[in-house]
């Protein structure tokens, strides 16, 4: 498939990019990144250096991937989503060996312009809505939404909200695919595969 690099984006000599990836207008990926197969970076896109990304991974127009900034295999960066990576800035004071590294886990969407708070961990399939400020670590296939962001659901590996409580016991399928979920206080786990 080879890798597709718009003219106008730079791409600095150390970077490991895997097979399929296109990047965009204007985006920068910085030497040291680690990046896997077919993952897309819209127009405007920064990735730094210390950063490690998974396989199919699309990060929207206008998306800055921080240094100590981890994505796994197939997270969603929706356009204009902020990542950070030191807790309290200041232009007057260097704070470099002081960066909160962050984790994304795999199959999680980050709605647009949300932003994520250094040191937080997002749950794999967790779905973070627009706009919202996460400053703690959100669990497994959790909604979240507001500022701060705080649980509202669960969603589905597919991306759809299931019929459960916030918090307590239940079971729900995805509508779209049937497969059964399993509310056990705040955690939901997937039960089996549709039949």
């Not at 597709?4 to 910085?30: E, K, N, Y």
């Not at 990576?85 to 795999?106: D, F, G, I, Q």
């Not at 299931?162 to 995805?174: F, I, K, Q």
């Not at 049937?178 to 939901?188: K, N, P, Q």
Request: glycine content about 12%; aromatic content about 6%; proline content about 5%.
């Amino acid at each position: 498939m080879g890798i597709t690099v718009h003219p106008s984006a730079i791409v600095d000599d150390g970077a490991q990019l895997g097979d399929g990836c296109r990047v965009w207008h204007f985006a920068h990926i910085s030497a040291g990144a680690r990046i896997g197969r077919g993952c897309s970076f819209g127009q405007g896109v920064y990735v730094g250096n210390d950063v490690a990304i998974g396989d199919n991974v699309k990060v929207q127009n206008n998306v800055s991937v921080y240094d100590a900034v981890t994505l796994e295999d197939d997270v969603f960066c929706g356009p204009s989503m902020v990542f950070t990576n030191v807790h309290n800035p200041r232009s007057a004071v260097v704070r470099k060996n002081e960066y909160r590294r962050t984790l994304v886990r795999r199959g999680a969407t980050l709605g647009a312009n949300c932003t994520i708070v250094c040191g937080t961990t997002i749950g794999a399939h967790a779905f973070v809505g627009a706009g919202a400020v996460v400053s703690r670590d959100v669990p497994d296939h959790a909604l979240v939404v507001g500022v701060p962001a705080r649980r509202i659901g669960w969603m589905s590996r597919h991306g759809e909200r299931l019929d459960l409580p916030v918090s307590g016991h239940g079971e729900a399928a995805c509508p779209a695919t049937g497969e059964r979920y399993r509310l056990d206080g705040d955690t939901l786990t997937p039960c089996n595969s549709p039949t």
